[in-house]
């Protein structure tokens, strides 16, 4: 019985053209081969010869779980997603030591066996045997790739666990498997799969992860100390694990010795070259591969593009897939993030404000012309308070975007909505120096419309200028802006019609942080919608780029894993004449040298517009040159209406009240300054004064002659002031005779 089974046997590999009908552990093949025997029949022997002879199809391979990556614009990474650690490469990517170190160890006749070795199941069986533990592997590579696909394609628990059952029906199902394997792929292929699919330990799946974990190097240029430890490796990853400790190092020590050893074996390397790597340490140079924004050097960045991937029907028709893609897909993306403004706008934030303040300060910066997000930021640190508290040093929100992409509520915009007044103001014909005569109050309690034609006046409102932002009398659109005059706007907004300026707010990107549609208020120009500084910024960015506006845009080009490259062009369109854009340039350039801005400048032509709430609830400045945009916002993150900016200490500083050139302007600046630092300064086109020039406003040039007068005496009176003092000093310290008009107090007695 036993040698008619034997003949059968010796028909079947000859008839599979040499394979092996050899189980890989010991047992499995007396246990295969004695299924026949017990059952006393020709046709059990036959139903053994078809399980080897009928091979089913090679098993279903799902796409590997692979790292997806975010760079900068310059190509660096700042940040991954991941399920598994894991970046495939191509077998001539793995140095040759290290395919030979692995052959070495789990399988050295791979290339001359058909996917089933029986003389090296047998020669393991019978090491392992002598040594007490496994020293040798007994499955072959093709097999141990099999078990690994039929794992990672598990679709529920129940078939991962079938997969890895310690039972004879697997492993005849493995080696079935193996078989098709075989006839599938040349033994290269099978090669570079599994080095691909393999676990190394310390969370690392595959080759390339594995050198860049255990020695922060490639897989291409690995050396012979590495290669072996990283083979010893595979065969117990959890208990040869690096990151868990010395005696778990000291096992991996163990393991690569053996691989050394039985590469010298094999003629692979000389007993030489092995003896002098045996006597070398690990040399281990561990790197974390951290995975999410938390652990990202720009968290906020991170959690935009995040956010983007995970809303964004191009990564995916359901969130499950989106996620799923993000976490396994092997993507490369490349963003619009520039260090170099990143580190810019970090830095000055962290000047003023402090992580520990309630206060919370954001800055984006965006590139007119394109909406690349170049920078986003803000002044807490990015995660979980200690006992998840609300309010610390950390936040989970991202404060400089909308809720869409992981922010807040926002802060209301404040008078950063003048523009939009300012800019529907200029393209219904109004001219440089039109104006009118203001009060000192307003009620708006007729005239006010809102896009559906319903009247929104509110009497009960009492409109005043902020204080320090201008007063009643006469003003033009140019001092109206320069001085941020709240009377002078709500009546220009009512001139040029509140639906008008709310049109010309949507075509700029302006939408609420909340996601809900603006309010259409009278108070709409004084900046009552909160905001998010990615909107603001995006807005501005439109005046920069002569009335283009583009969609803000965080991704720029896709990169899947096998290589295909996808750019993801701007979101453009001209929503502006080109003259209105030029024209809104020249007021906004006037707020540096003659405005709320006054004083402060980054040394190269600059445009904005400061922003300070009623009840200063919070203060922004927003503003930009030719190449660069910004947004500031300032607020409590408690709740800006229950903590206004008055009477705070922010940082090192404190203020009696905080508005939009105190504070965000000064980070503005900084930021803008080291941003642009490497930027060659362009100037804005000059205004078509042919349609913009040659307006009046009555009583306005009377006016300012009157203020240059006040002013002029006060200077005078100041420079008096300070010459008597200076004379009494230099008196008192012996430097001159006294000041004649001083006289010195008399004392009484008691």
């Known amino acids: 019985m036993i040698c008619w089974l034997q003949i059968i046997c010796v028909t079947v590999l000859r008839s599979i053209g040499g394979l092996a009908m050899a189980g890989a552990l010991g047992g499995v093949l007396a246990a295969a081969l004695a299924v026949p025997v017990v059952s006393g029949g020709g046709l059990a022997a036959k139903n053994v010869a078809d399980t080897f002879v009928d091979l089913p199809p ?48 789990e399988d050295a006749r791979f290339y001359e066996h058909g996917g089933l070795d029986v003389r090296g199941t047998l020669r393991a069986l019978l090491t392992n045997t002598q040594a007490g533990g ?67 330990g310390a969370g690392a799946h595959g080759v390339e992860a594995a050198a860049r974990r255990f020695f922060s190097t490639t897989a291409s240029r690995l050396t012979l100390t590495q290669a072996a430890t990283l083979a010893g490796a595979v065969r117990m990853p959890y208990s040869t694990d690096p990151s868990l400790g010395r005696s778990h190092q000291a096992r991996l020590k163990e393991r690569r010795d053996l691989v050394l050893d039985r590469m010298a074996g094999l003629k692979l390397i000389t007993q030489a070259q092995a003896s002098a790597a045996k006597s070398t340490p690990l040399a281990l140079r561990l790197r974390p591969e951290p995975g999410g924004c938390g652990q990202s050097a720009y968290p906020y960045y991170c959690l935009y593009v995040q956010n983007e991937m995970l809303s964004n029907p191009a990564f995916g028709n359901t969130p499950a897939e989106r996620r799923a893609r993000m976490a396994r897909g092997g993507l490369v993306i490349r963003t619009g993030l520039d260090p170099v403004a990143q580190r810019a706008a970090e830095r000055a934030i962290r000047r003023h404000v402090s992580p520990e303040d309630s206060e919370v300060a954001a800055e984006a910066m965006i590139e007119p012309g394109t909406g690349r997000i170049r920078a986003m930021t803000a002044s807490k640190e990015f995660g979980r308070n200690r006992g998840n508290k609300k309010n610390g040093p950390r936040t989970t929100f991202n404060l400089a975007a ?35 005569q203001t009060p000192g109050e307003l009620v708006p309690a007729q005239g006010y419309r809102n896009c559906a034609g319903r009247p929104v006046n509110d009497p009960e409102t009492r409109i005043l200028n902020a204080s320090g932002e201008g007063s009643g009398g006469p003003h033009s659109i140019e001092t109206g802006t320069w001085k941020s005059v709240n009377i002078f706007y709500m009546m220009l907004e009512r001139k040029v019609g509140l639906c008008n300026v709310v049109k010309t707010a949507r075509a700029l990107g302006a939408v609420r942080a909340d996601g809900r549609p603006l309010r259409e208020v009278p108070t709409f120009t004084l900046g009552v919608n909160e905001m998010d500084p990615v909107t603001v910024a995006g807005a501005f960015a439109t005046f920069a780029a002569r009335g283009v506006h583009c969609r803000p845009l965080a991704i720029v080009e896709i990169t899947d894993r096998s290589g295909r490259r996808a750019h993801v062009p701007p979101s453009c369109e001209q929503v502006m004449e080109r003259p209105v854009a030029d024209a809104v340039n020249h007021v906004l350039s006037g707020v540096f040298d003659k405005g709320t801005m006054q004083g402060q400048s980054i040394g190269r032509p600059a445009a904005g517009k400061t922003g300070t709430n009623n009840g200063y609830t919070s203060a922004w400045f927003a503003g930009y040159t030719p190449d660069l945009a910004a947004a500031v916002s300032l607020g409590d993150i408690r709740g800006s209406y229950r903590y206004p900016l008055q009477g705070v200490q922010i940082g090192d500083q404190y203020y009696g009240a905080v508005q939009g050139a105190s504070l965000p302007g000064p980070i503005w600046v900084e930021s803008m300054q080291q941003a642009l630092g490497n930027t060659e300064p362009r100037g804005f086109p000059g205004p078509d004064m042919g349609r913009f020039g040659g307006g009046f406003t009555p009583g306005l040039k009377e006016a300012e002659a009157q203020e240059e007068d006040k002013k002029k005496n006060k200077r005078q009176g100041e420079r008096a002031f300070f010459r008597h003092h200076r004379r009494l000093f230099e008196w008192l310290l012996g430097q001159g005779p006294p000041d004649p008009s001083f006289r010195r107090p008399r004392h009484r007695s008691r």
Do not use: C
Not at 175 to 182: C, D, S
Not at 408 to 423: E, N, P
């Open 402 to 436: 909308d809720v869409a992409h992981g922010g807040g509520q926002g802060f209301q915009a404040g008078s950063t909505f003048k523009v939009f007044t300012l800019a529907t103001a200029l393209q219904q014909g109004w001219r440089f120096g039109d104006g009118f």
């Open 58 to 105: 090679a098993p279903r391979e799902e796409p590997l779980a692979q790292v997806t990556r975010l760079l900068d614009k310059d190509g660096r990474q700042f940040a991954q997603f991941y399920e598994a650690n894991r970046t495939a490469v191509p077998l001539g990517a793995v140095a040759p030591l290290m395919r030979k170190a692995i052959v070495a160890i």
């Open 134 to 200: 496994i020293r040798q592997g007994g499955s072959s590579l093709t097999q141990q790739l099999v078990k690994n696909i039929l794992v990672e394609s598990a679709r529920s628990g129940a078939e991962r666990d079938k997969a890895r059952a310690p039972n004879l029906a697997r492993k005849i199902t493995e080696l079935r498997y193996a078989m098709a394997l075989e006839h599938k792929y040349r033994k290269d292929e099978i090669l570079e799969r599994y080095l691909n699919i393999a676990y190394f």
